[in-house]
């Protein structure tokens, strides 16, 4: 029982669900934010009113997914001074300025832009109200790369100094620290990563109407945008990932070596990639796999006769710099995350590229399993950022800021496990009943698809206020 109240399991846990829950509005936001913006863009060139419905139509997403990301972030600032009040001490000299950043610059230049746009339609003229809703985009992508550089310090320190003293990082150079290798790698491939989810929710909705046989004018030209998109954004979500790979093998070898499960250093073919593996935890047996030669020393060294570092050698070499421990990541959380990760976003790219072929030259399937196949390969996207993060982050364990602060001596000394419980149990029943209601508020939205064109224009072909709009 006391186990189950131990204040760092349940910290962890509340942290862990938590900002889950509130990264799943995060890519949404960012990427349909994006497509808000060309697809007001296109209408603004062309003059062709789908392009204004369909602005419309996801721009009204976009504001519920916001809203609620809003709520959903503040509980994360909150956590840092309630459950880790260690860390937060540790590290509040660095965080604090790309944070001030992105709450000061980013956040600001979001939420005002985003009310000049909303209430703007019939006040400001087109280019500049066009303007507005670029420059939302813009926030919202800047805010996630003050986030990001914030978290690239907890993988790879830079740009500080230890007072020892104080028991404090100290912040020296905040270019250091913005221009992380981590974060400047790890910044496209999350972006991209946020388009492949947009585009994921722009095929679900646009297969629902379509498979109704509704709204096909709208709705053909928003399919094969989102499919595009999917397979674009795929692309360049890989190119960057194996970017962010090199940086992550430079900086944190043990999360590559826990990735693969690869006790042993291996070079050559034996440093080979596995598509799927049975064997013991400790990787002294291995029953059954599927592997890739030459492929782990190809990601981890663009090289095929690369030497890949093992978990057993990493392991004797931080005991010696760090002292004894344990520095080896939970093994079966980060290999199946990181397979995860790679399968769900190529599988949903593959159906984006399916689509996009029995779609060809304007044909539209019959079949209503193509169309309910199209709807419900929503989540894979999603689902492949999330564990994504979850590999990132249970990869860098032992450690709360890599090589600094272990996860243990970061949680605040003072609070029981009894009171993070009841706050968890609060926490999830409250995330559970907004989950409820974002999900409704979004599916009514998409279900009711794109207002009536004569709905935005009067009788001089001018448009209408917004507010009679949203």
């Given at each position: 029982m006391n186990e189950w109240l131990d204040p760092l399991l349940l910290s962890r846990w509340q942290f862990g669900l938590t900002t889950i829950y509130h990264f799943l509005f995060v890519p949404i936001t960012i990427g349909v934010v994006t497509v808000v913006a060309i697809f007001q863009t296109a209408w603004y060139r062309t003059g062709k009113v789908h392009y204004l419905q369909l602005t419309h139509f996801f721009g009204k997403i976009f504001l519920i997914n916001f809203a609620m990301g809003v709520v959903t972030g503040i509980v994360q600032e909150f956590q840092f001074g309630m459950n880790w009040s260690n860390y937060s001490r540790f590290v509040g000299d660095v965080f604090g300025a790309p944070l001030a950043l992105e709450g000061l610059l980013a956040f600001f230049l979001e939420a005002t832009f985003i009310g000049l746009w909303i209430f703007g339609w019939d006040k400001l003229p087109r280019g500049l109200h066009l303007a507005t809703i670029w420059l939302t985009a813009a926030g919202s992508i800047l805010s996630a790369y003050f986030i990001i550089a914030a978290n690239a310090f907890m993988q790879n320190p830079v740009g500080y100094t230890l007072n020892e003293g104080r028991g404090r990082a100290e912040l020296t150079d905040i270019w250091a620290v913005l221009t992380n290798k981590v974060a400047l790698a790890a910044f496209p491939h999350t972006i991209f990563a946020c388009f492949m989810v947009s585009a994921g929710l722009i095929i679900s909705v646009a297969a629902w109407h379509l498979a109704r046989k509704q709204n096909i004018e709208t709705m053909r030209p928003a399919l094969k945008f989102g499919l595009w998109t999917m397979v674009g954004a795929g692309a360049l979500t890989v190119l960057s990932g194996d970017q962010l790979g090199l940086a992550m093998v430079q900086t944190q070898p043990m999360k590559m070596a826990a990735a693969e499960a690869l006790y042993k250093t291996s070079t050559g073919a034996d440093a080979s990639f596995s598509i799927f593996t049975l064997g013991t935890p400790d990787g002294v047996h291995e029953l059954f796999s599927i592997r890739i030669p030459y492929l782990l020393s190809f990601l981890s060294t663009h090289t095929l006769d690369g030497t890949v570092e093992g978990i057993n050698d990493l392991q004797a070499h931080y005991v010696q710099i760090y002292g004894p421990g344990d520095y080896t990541p939970i093994i079966w959380v980060t290999y199946w995350a990181f397979r995860w990760m790679i399968g769900l976003g190529a599988l949903h790219v593959l159906i984006a590229v399916v689509g996009l072929w029995i779609t060809r030259k304007g044909r539209m399937p019959?079949?209503?399993?193509?169309?309910?196949?199209?709807?419900?390969?929503?989540?894979?996207?999603?689902?492949?950022?999330?564990?994504?993060?979850?590999?990132?982050?249970?990869?860098?364990?032992?450690?709360?800021v890599f090589s600094l602060m272990k996860t243990a001596d970061g949680v605040s000394p003072n609070v029981t496990g009894l009171t993070v419980l009841i706050s968890l149990v609060a926490f999830t029943a409250i995330y559970g009943v907004l989950a409820v209601v974002e999900f409704l508020l979004i599916k009514r939205a998409a279900q009711k698809g794109p207002a009536p064109v004569e709905d935005h224009l009067d009788e001089e072909g001018k448009h209408v206020p917004v507010a009679t709009v949203y």
């Open positions: 019959q079949r209503v399993w193509v169309w309910k196949v199209a709807i419900w390969a929503f989540p894979l996207s999603l689902l492949a950022m999330t564990v994504g993060w979850i590999f990132t982050e249970m990869g860098r364990q032992p450690w709360i």
